[in-house]
C-alpha cells in the first residue's frame, strides 16, 4: 500500500472510531463513515468490502493502540489487583474507551456479528497482553508461580469487561480508592503467592 493510500486508510478508520464512539454499531453506516472521512463511499469500499470489515478494522486497530500505551502504566503496578485497577481507570478515562472492551458490553450482539471471524484476534490480543503481564508479576514475586496463565488472563479480561462496560452497585469503578480496595479484596486472595 503506498503511503497516499496509507494515509487515507488511516482517516477513514479514524472516521470510523469517532462514529462509533459517537453513535455506537447499530447507528454508524458506510454513509456516515465516508461523510466523516470526506470520502465517496465508493473511494472507501477500495479499502473495506462492507460495514463489518470496515468496523472491526477500526475497533482491533484502536485495541492495539490502546493496551501498547496501557503496558507500561499497568506493569509498573505492585500486585495483580493493582494492574487490573489500573487497566479499569485507563479504560473508563479513554476518550474511546476501550471502544472495542465498551461496545461488546454495551451492543453485545452486534458486536459479535461486525467482529466475525476477527473477534479470536480481539480475544487472542488480549489475553497474551494479560499473559505477559501474569507472567512478569510471577517473575516480581506479585503473583503464584502455579498459576494458569491463559486461564488466568481469560478470567482477568472478564473482570476487566464487565467492569468498564457494566459497572455495578458493589463498587463505584470510577473511584480508583474504592475499586483497589474491592479487587483486592477478591483478586490478592487468588493471585498472591501463599
Sequence with gaps: ??????????????????????????????????????VSRAYLYRFFSDKATLLSAA??????????????????????????????VLSRQAPLGPLAVELAAREPREYAEIMGTYSHDVVAQLSGFWVDRLRDAQQRGLAREDLDLPGAAEWLIRILVSLVGTPGSAVDVDDREALSTYLEAFLDPAFSPK
Design 1 to 38: 500500500m503506498n503511503p497516499h493510500s496509507s494515509a487515507i486508510r488511516d482517516r477513514i478508520l479514524d472516521a470510523a472510531e469517532r462514529c462509533l464512539a459517537r453513535d455506537g454499531i447499530r447507528r454508524t453506516t458506510v454513509r456516515a463513515v465516508a461523510q466523516e472521512a470526506e
Design 59 to 88: 475497533l482491533i486497530r484502536r485495541g492495539a493502540d490502546f493496551w501498547d500505551d496501557a503496558a507500561d502504566r499497568i506493569t509498573r503496578q505492585d500486585s495483580v489487583s493493582g494492574m487490573l485497577t489500573e487497566a479499569v
